[in-house]
Protein backbone atom coordinates (compact mmCIF):
# COMPACT_ATOMS: atom_id res chain seq x y z
CA UNK A 1 0.00 0.00 0.00
CA UNK A 2 1.42 3.52 -0.73
CA UNK A 3 1.51 5.77 1.94
CA UNK A 4 3.19 9.40 1.87
CA UNK A 5 3.26 11.03 5.86
CA UNK A 6 4.12 14.58 5.70
CA UNK A 7 5.76 16.12 9.02
CA UNK A 8 7.78 18.94 10.24
CA UNK A 9 5.45 21.80 10.04
CA UNK A 10 4.25 24.23 12.54
CA UNK A 11 3.89 27.63 13.93
CA UNK A 12 6.87 29.73 12.64
CA UNK A 13 7.62 33.41 12.81
CA UNK A 14 7.91 35.38 9.85
CA UNK A 15 11.78 35.19 8.48
CA UNK A 16 12.03 31.49 10.32
CA UNK A 17 12.59 28.02 8.70
CA UNK A 18 11.64 24.60 8.59
CA UNK A 19 11.94 21.53 7.18
CA UNK A 20 9.18 19.65 5.73
CA UNK A 21 9.70 15.59 5.44
CA UNK A 22 7.24 13.56 3.51
CA UNK A 23 8.19 9.54 4.32
CA UNK A 24 7.29 7.27 1.79
CA UNK A 25 6.12 3.74 1.54
CA UNK A 26 5.09 1.03 -0.53
CA UNK A 27 6.47 1.82 -4.19
CA UNK A 28 9.64 1.75 -5.70
CA UNK A 29 10.76 5.49 -4.14
CA UNK A 30 13.70 6.20 -6.56
CA UNK A 31 11.66 5.62 -9.89
CA UNK A 32 9.23 8.43 -9.36
CA UNK A 33 9.22 12.17 -9.48
CA UNK A 34 7.95 14.02 -6.44
CA UNK A 35 6.10 16.90 -5.50
CA UNK A 36 5.33 19.76 -2.97
CA UNK A 37 1.73 21.27 -3.49
CA UNK A 38 0.31 23.73 -0.98
CA UNK A 39 -2.91 25.27 -0.29
CA UNK A 40 -3.55 28.17 1.57
CA UNK A 41 -6.50 28.55 3.77
CA UNK A 42 -9.57 28.36 2.10
CA UNK A 43 -7.58 29.02 -1.66
CA UNK A 44 -6.87 26.52 -4.64
CA UNK A 45 -3.74 24.85 -4.96
CA UNK A 46 -0.56 25.94 -5.68
CA UNK A 47 2.19 24.00 -7.10
CA UNK A 48 5.63 24.51 -4.70
CA UNK A 49 8.17 22.60 -5.87
CA UNK A 50 9.20 19.36 -7.71
CA UNK A 51 12.14 16.68 -7.66
CA UNK A 52 13.01 13.83 -10.79
CA UNK A 53 13.24 10.39 -9.53
CA UNK A 54 16.69 10.26 -8.95
CA UNK A 55 16.88 14.24 -7.93
CA UNK A 56 19.06 15.11 -10.97
CA UNK A 57 16.27 17.79 -12.06
CA UNK A 58 14.56 20.35 -9.17
CA UNK A 59 11.94 22.42 -10.44
CA UNK A 60 10.70 25.64 -8.25
CA UNK A 61 7.87 27.62 -8.45
CA UNK A 62 8.78 31.40 -8.91
CA UNK A 63 6.93 32.35 -5.58
CA UNK A 64 9.53 30.45 -3.73
CA UNK A 65 12.39 30.49 -5.52
CA UNK A 66 15.82 31.02 -3.49
CA UNK A 67 14.14 30.69 -0.20
CA UNK A 68 12.75 26.72 -0.61
CA UNK A 69 14.70 24.19 -1.57
CA UNK A 70 13.18 20.58 -2.52
CA UNK A 71 15.68 17.23 -1.90
CA UNK A 72 15.10 13.74 -1.53
CA UNK A 73 17.48 10.90 -0.30
CA UNK A 74 16.21 7.65 -1.71
CA UNK A 75 18.13 5.62 0.63
CA UNK A 76 15.54 6.75 3.71
CA UNK A 77 12.52 6.88 1.23
CA UNK A 78 12.33 10.19 2.44
CA UNK A 79 11.61 13.72 0.02
CA UNK A 80 12.28 16.80 2.06
CA UNK A 81 11.22 20.48 1.75
CA UNK A 82 13.81 23.09 3.58
CA UNK A 83 11.91 26.29 3.57
CA UNK A 84 13.35 29.71 4.56
CA UNK A 85 12.78 33.35 4.92
CA UNK A 86 9.13 32.50 5.93
CA UNK A 87 6.66 34.91 4.91
CA UNK A 88 2.77 35.19 6.00
CA UNK A 89 1.33 34.42 2.40
CA UNK A 90 3.48 30.96 3.18
CA UNK A 91 0.60 29.64 5.00
CA UNK A 92 -0.69 26.79 3.80
CA UNK A 93 -1.02 23.04 4.19
CA UNK A 94 1.59 21.30 2.54
CA UNK A 95 1.11 18.50 0.24
CA UNK A 96 3.67 15.70 -0.90
CA UNK A 97 2.56 13.49 -3.99
CA UNK A 98 3.93 10.77 -6.16
CA UNK A 99 4.09 10.88 -10.09
CA UNK A 100 1.79 8.24 -11.50
CA UNK A 101 4.52 7.07 -14.28
CA UNK A 102 7.60 5.54 -13.13
CA UNK A 103 9.76 7.04 -15.17
CA UNK A 104 11.20 9.54 -12.59
CA UNK A 105 10.27 12.35 -14.64
CA UNK A 106 6.49 12.02 -15.33
CA UNK A 107 4.42 14.82 -13.30
CA UNK A 108 0.90 14.36 -12.83
CA UNK A 109 0.47 12.59 -9.67
CA UNK A 110 -1.31 9.90 -7.60
CA UNK A 111 -0.70 9.52 -4.29
CA UNK A 112 -1.16 12.65 -1.95
CA UNK A 113 -0.12 13.14 1.37
CA UNK A 114 -2.32 13.62 4.53
CA UNK A 115 -0.56 17.40 4.12
CA UNK A 116 1.72 19.26 7.36
CA UNK A 117 0.08 23.15 8.14
CA UNK A 118 2.68 25.51 8.07
CA UNK A 119 1.51 28.71 10.01
CA UNK A 120 3.64 32.06 9.64
CA UNK A 121 2.61 35.11 11.88
CA UNK A 122 4.38 36.38 15.27
CA UNK B 1 4.06 30.61 -17.42
CA UNK B 2 1.17 28.41 -18.59
CA UNK B 3 -2.02 29.90 -17.23
CA UNK B 4 -4.74 27.36 -16.57
CA UNK B 5 -8.60 28.78 -16.70
CA UNK B 6 -11.27 26.61 -15.29
CA UNK B 7 -14.60 27.17 -16.07
CA UNK B 8 -17.00 27.46 -14.36
CA UNK B 9 -16.12 28.28 -11.55
CA UNK B 10 -19.08 27.12 -9.79
CA UNK B 11 -22.10 25.14 -10.94
CA UNK B 12 -25.16 23.79 -9.27
CA UNK B 13 -25.85 20.89 -10.01
CA UNK B 14 -28.85 17.55 -8.96
CA UNK B 15 -27.97 14.09 -8.62
CA UNK B 16 -27.98 12.21 -12.20
CA UNK B 17 -27.12 15.56 -13.41
CA UNK B 18 -24.52 15.88 -16.97
CA UNK B 19 -21.78 17.97 -15.45
CA UNK B 20 -18.73 18.95 -18.03
CA UNK B 21 -16.00 21.69 -16.77
CA UNK B 22 -13.30 22.67 -19.03
CA UNK B 23 -10.02 23.93 -18.75
CA UNK B 24 -8.20 26.17 -21.14
CA UNK B 25 -4.46 26.64 -21.39
CA UNK B 26 -2.83 29.78 -22.26
CA UNK B 27 -0.65 27.83 -24.77
CA UNK B 28 -0.36 24.21 -26.07
CA UNK B 29 0.07 21.52 -23.67
CA UNK B 30 -0.60 18.84 -26.06
CA UNK B 31 -2.06 16.31 -23.48
CA UNK B 32 -0.03 17.27 -20.50
CA UNK B 33 -3.37 17.33 -18.54
CA UNK B 34 -4.50 16.06 -15.15
CA UNK B 35 -8.11 16.15 -13.77
CA UNK B 36 -7.87 15.90 -9.95
CA UNK B 37 -11.46 15.95 -7.27
CA UNK B 38 -10.48 17.22 -3.73
CA UNK B 39 -13.04 16.91 -0.64
CA UNK B 40 -12.84 19.41 2.51
CA UNK B 41 -10.42 18.84 4.22
CA UNK B 42 -9.11 15.79 2.81
CA UNK B 43 -5.75 15.65 -0.41
CA UNK B 44 -6.83 15.92 -3.83
CA UNK B 45 -7.41 12.45 -5.73
CA UNK B 46 -6.66 12.33 -9.42
CA UNK B 47 -9.34 11.49 -11.61
CA UNK B 48 -7.85 11.81 -14.99
CA UNK B 49 -4.05 11.75 -16.55
CA UNK B 50 -2.26 12.35 -19.72
CA UNK B 51 -5.77 14.21 -20.71
CA UNK B 52 -8.34 11.40 -21.16
CA UNK B 53 -6.67 8.28 -19.06
CA UNK B 54 -8.73 7.32 -16.63
CA UNK B 55 -6.61 6.81 -13.24
CA UNK B 56 -7.59 2.81 -12.10
CA UNK B 57 -10.25 3.03 -9.61
CA UNK B 58 -12.13 6.21 -10.76
CA UNK B 59 -15.10 5.76 -11.65
CA UNK B 60 -16.56 5.43 -15.27
CA UNK B 61 -18.74 8.28 -15.27
CA UNK B 62 -15.67 10.44 -15.19
CA UNK B 63 -14.09 11.15 -18.44
CA UNK B 64 -11.67 13.91 -19.87
CA UNK B 65 -11.28 14.90 -23.04
CA UNK B 66 -9.59 17.40 -25.54
CA UNK B 67 -5.65 17.87 -26.52
CA UNK B 68 -3.58 21.52 -27.34
CA UNK B 69 -5.24 24.47 -25.20
CA UNK B 70 -9.04 23.01 -24.74
CA UNK B 71 -9.88 20.08 -22.19
CA UNK B 72 -13.06 18.77 -20.71
CA UNK B 73 -14.11 16.73 -17.39
CA UNK B 74 -17.49 15.20 -18.01
CA UNK B 75 -19.08 13.58 -15.08
CA UNK B 76 -21.73 11.62 -17.03
CA UNK B 77 -24.52 11.35 -14.11
CA UNK B 78 -23.34 12.93 -10.72
CA UNK B 79 -23.39 11.26 -7.81
CA UNK B 80 -23.80 11.91 -4.11
CA UNK B 81 -20.16 11.40 -3.68
CA UNK B 82 -19.10 13.75 -6.24
CA UNK B 83 -19.79 16.80 -4.87
CA UNK B 84 -16.37 18.79 -4.64
CA UNK B 85 -13.87 20.89 -5.86
CA UNK B 86 -12.26 19.96 -9.18
CA UNK B 87 -8.87 21.11 -10.37
CA UNK B 88 -7.22 20.92 -13.52
CA UNK B 89 -3.19 20.93 -13.71
CA UNK B 90 -0.65 21.05 -16.07
CA UNK B 91 2.66 19.12 -16.89
CA UNK B 92 3.83 20.45 -20.30
CA UNK B 93 6.44 22.94 -18.72
CA UNK B 94 7.79 24.17 -15.68
CA UNK B 95 6.44 26.02 -13.51
CA UNK B 96 3.86 23.71 -13.05
CA UNK B 97 0.33 25.09 -13.09
CA UNK B 98 -3.35 24.22 -11.77
CA UNK B 99 -5.99 25.97 -12.32
CA UNK B 100 -8.54 27.68 -9.74
CA UNK B 101 -10.77 25.23 -9.46
CA UNK B 102 -14.65 24.69 -9.90
CA UNK B 103 -17.08 23.95 -7.26
CA UNK B 104 -19.59 20.95 -7.70
CA UNK B 105 -22.32 21.96 -5.27
CA UNK B 106 -25.37 20.44 -5.17
CA UNK B 107 -28.98 21.97 -6.58
Known amino acids: EVQLVESGGGLVQPGGSLRLSCAAS????????MTWVRQAPGKGLEWVSAISGIGENRYHADSVKGRFTISRDNSKNTLYLQISSLRAEDTAVYYCAKGIVDSGNYYHFDYWGQGTLVTVSS | DIQMTQSPSSVSASVGDRVTITCRAS??????LAWYQQKPGKAPNVLIY???TLQSGVPSRFSGSGSGTDFTLTISSLQPEDFATYYCQQAHSFPLTFGGGTKVEIK
Open chain 2, 27 to 32: QGIRSW
Open chain 1, 26 to 33: GFTFSRHA
Open chain 2, 50 to 52: AAS
